[in-house]
């Protein structure tokens, strides 16, 4: 089993920052990927940026330029510096991993409980 424990939503004003963090720990053997998805009310969740095991980033259209991913393998930890905030950022934030726990098995999704970022204007 593995958990992801994430940190740093929050408030702010348009044009403001914040930084989340989100560790993982468990069972395991490598990360294929890391990252953060978002979901505002009344739309579907959606890719902000991730990680791939070979250091590849790959980040929403909307967030290029503003946001950043980055991450600490010794910590299993991944940081989204967002920047230049603007309301339409407000949703809840979910720390997103893919995990292979056991050598020779199938690597397992897994989500953090989910952060919310309200961006007033």
């Known amino acids: 089993q593995v958990q992801l424990a994430e940190s740093g939503g929050g408030l702010v004003q348009a044009g403001g920052s914040l930084r989340l963090s989100c560790a993982a720990s468990?069972?395991?053997?490598?990360?294929?990927?890391m990252g953060w998805y978002r979901q505002a009310p009344g739309k579907q969740r959606e890719l902000v940026a991730r990680?791939?095991?070979?250091?590849?980033?790959n980040y929403a259209d909307i967030v290029k330029g503003r946001f950043t991913i980055s991450r600490d393998n010794a910590k299993n930890t991944v940081y989204l510096q967002m920047n230049n905030l603007k309301p339409e950022d407000t949703a809840v934030y979910f720390c997103?991993?893919?995990?292979?726990?056991?050598?020779?098995?199938?690597?397992?999704?897994?989500w953090g409980q989910g952060t919310q970022v309200t961006v007033s204007s």
């Open positions: 997103h991993a893919v995990v292979l726990s056991v050598p020779g098995f199938s690597p397992y999704v897994y």
């Open positions: 468990g069972s395991i053997y490598s990360i294929n990927s």
């Open positions: 990680f791939f095991s070979g250091g590849s980033t």
